[in-house]
């Protein structure tokens, strides 16, 4: 067999000369499809010939409970490459749109958690002040928060029953005129005890001397038409201010370290741009689509559906599972 000089064969040479033929051909089709047709792999999956997508649309799932949130949007391939790369130095955030961002970030993680374990027959609690035990200041809560956790996971333990909880304090101060909106707890508890047992928590000494420290209530969790949509809401709004500001370092809830996380996925090969398009020119925000990809729930309140010109479609989704109030 006759050899080149670098002792590879010419029937070697033909065979590389085929494949690198062959990749040039595929590399103008993938050009063809991306940059003349504007779509993805979705839309010609059955070409028989594999496509290197330049952009896609992503579908961002984050699973809580019967609660599931949608993010629609799309993405390209030196997006994802960027994020993979060491991250540079931070961009200077002015105080107030970060403030504005930690808000909203922490309204969404105490819902998430919320969702992922607490249901119908689980307890929700109000616990207030009376003017003999109101603390002079805000920061003297701290401590009947923390006794009150010790009884209750003492109850808990007693009967049983591991403590699970989040924890929601809220009030307005000013150092001159004192409270605007008295301080009071609320707090979404596991099933366990009764409800006059962990009524019974939110006191003060002990035996003969043994007395409440303002008004409770403990009820449990029951769904309306939007499942916990509601109580989500108001416990997510939770307000600390003092001095007419947002207290500094001061959390806007805690929780019990045993809460289950939210799960969160994404799929980049079901939706296509055409499908995205016609989702975002539907009559109905694309309810009607996104219920037969998700047949077992309902939409919560309105589908947010935002277009801009450079990045194309955004669509946020919450759903509800129907089994599920």
Request: with cysteine; glycine share 6%; net charge positive.
């Amino acid at each position: 067999m006759a050899t080149s000089e670098n002792g590879i064969s010419y029937l070697r040479q033909d065979k590389y000369t085929i494949l690198r033929l062959f990749l040039q051909k595929t590399l103008l089709f993938r050009r063809f499809i991306v940059l003349v047709l504007d779509t993805n792999l979705t839309d010609v999956e059955n070409s028989g010939v594999f496509v290197m997508k330049k952009s896609f649309v992503r579908e961002r799932r984050v699973e809580a409970g019967p609660y599931k949130e949608i993010r629609l949007y799309s993405r390209t391939i030196e997006q994802e490459r960027k994020c993979r790369e060491p991250r540079g130095r931070r961009k200077k955030v002015t105080g107030l749109s970060q403030a504005r961002w930690n808000q909203a970030q922490s309204k969404r993680k105490a819902a998430l958690f919320l969702y992922a374990n607490f249901g119908e027959k689980d307890y929700y609690a109000t616990f207030t002040y009376s003017d003999q035990f109101l603390p002079e200041k805000p920061a003297d809560a701290k401590r009947d928060q923390e006794n009150t956790l010790k009884k209750l996971k003492r109850l808990y333990e007693k009967e049983g029953f591991e403590l699970k909880y989040m924890w929601f304090t809220s009030y307005q101060y000013d150092e001159e005129v004192g409270y605007i909106t008295r301080i009071h707890h609320h707090i979404v508890l596991n099933n366990g005890p009764s409800r006059d047992a962990i009524e019974s928590v939110w006191s003060k000494g002990r035996g003969k001397k043994k007395q409440p420290l303002g008004r409770k209530q403990v009820q449990n969790i029951q769904y309306d038409s939007d499942g916990m949509q509601g109580l989500v809401n108001y416990l997510t709004g939770q307000e600390k201010w003092e001095n007419r500001q947002w207290k500094k370092g001061q959390k806007r809830w805690s929780k019990s370290r045993n809460l289950k996380e939210p799960h969160e996925t994404t799929n980049d090969d079901y939706w296509s741009f055409r499908k995205l398009n016609k989702l975002g020119m539907s009559n109905d925000d694309g309810a009607e689509e996104i219920l037969k990809r998700f047949p077992q729930y309902r939409i919560l309140g309105d589908i947010l559906k935002i277009y801009d010109e450079d990045r194309g479609w955004y669509f946020k989704i919450e759903l509800f599972r129907n089994d599920d109030g």
